[in-house]
């Protein structure tokens, strides 16, 4: 595509946007003078589609009028309402409806994902994580490690850069393979990755750990509705994402899981119980010893938190109605856009982190700013610029293509570009 720097070319591809009327669907936050902040943070927590909020009243409602009887006459019967979202779900990961379920949260299901796929043996006991790892999913992969009786020393493996470069090369991870794949019990990797924004070939992590015995999984919090991950075909054994996030659907609220049909109808596999992952067929009739559901169903527990369940129906209808082809297509453009304008203000100036190539990337961009520090990203607050500041000097930047333009970009990088001159 071939990009213009200004106010003009940006307002015309807003014009011609197809997906330009679902920015009124979300509630945009406004600054204390009431102007609508350029919100690029949808990394991190994503905008309130407004139905949300009709969603949460009708489940109110039906529990105010109906109690306990909501559960199976409500307007959506609790006891299955996470079955009604399956589909919708599965789509946007690129999975069966059987393969994902929506339940708990994001670091609790790695935990009880690793339950089943992290069975170390004196042989194989290691986990292979990219060396820049979400804190979280580190912390718990070195819990899981400790709590098997290993120690995180030698049974943690990093993938890292080579030195001086921030992303991740293939070549170094076939080579760990290589020499240590028949060690490893677990690969679970960022399917895109927090900090950089880099996003990696599921299919070949998948192909290269099987190859060596390993199980693999992708944690998809940073690539869920803004990537098309395939993961059906891709093969991958796990995968788990939250849903506040590029999912809309609320601070804190619950996590998707995929396991991948080969694993559905294995009652081997070592995993926790509940009565909700207890045959639905015969989960009331309480006594009977434990009998699990195939699928994805399998891993859940507890019966569903509704009302965090609720805002996700808001946001997968959207996602449903418009695809993951459609959004992908616009999300490439306005990514594209925003790397065009960071090479118009020079490379004395700005670096982009993340790979150019848009199959190596979701929306995110991750900008190092050279001799900057937090006060920038304070003076972009000042300017109602919303982005994510990490130390020493980066800021993550994700157009979100349900509700960001390329007015935002184009405003966002005038603001950048005045506060960079003054200072
Ligand atoms: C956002 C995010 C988390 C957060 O986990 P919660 O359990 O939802 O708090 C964990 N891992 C990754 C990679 C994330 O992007």
Redesign the pocket.
Known sequence: MKYQNSLAFAREQDAEDPLKKYRNEFHIPKDKDGNDWLYFTGNSLGLQPKKAQYYVNLEMKDWAEQGVEGHFNGTYPWVTYPETLQGMMAKVVGAKPEEVIIMD????NLHLLMVSFYQPTAKRHKILIESDA?P??RYAVQSQIKFHGYDPETSLVEWSPKEGKDLLDMDDFESILEEQGEEIALILI?GVN?YTGQRFDFKKLADLGHAKGCYVGI?L??GVGNIMPDLHNSGVDFSAW?TY?YLNSGP?SL?GIFVHERHAHNRELPRFAGWWNHNKETRFNMRLPFDVMPGAEGWQLSNPPILSLVPIRAALEMFEEVGMEQLREKSVKLTGFLQYLMGELGSDVVRVITPRNPEERGCQLSISVNNADKRLHEQLMENHVITDWREPNVIRCAPTPFYNTFEDVYQFVQILKGLIKKS
């Open positions: 949260t994001l670091t609790t979400f979280s999913d960022g927090y944690d919090a940073h939250c996030k804190g996590s």
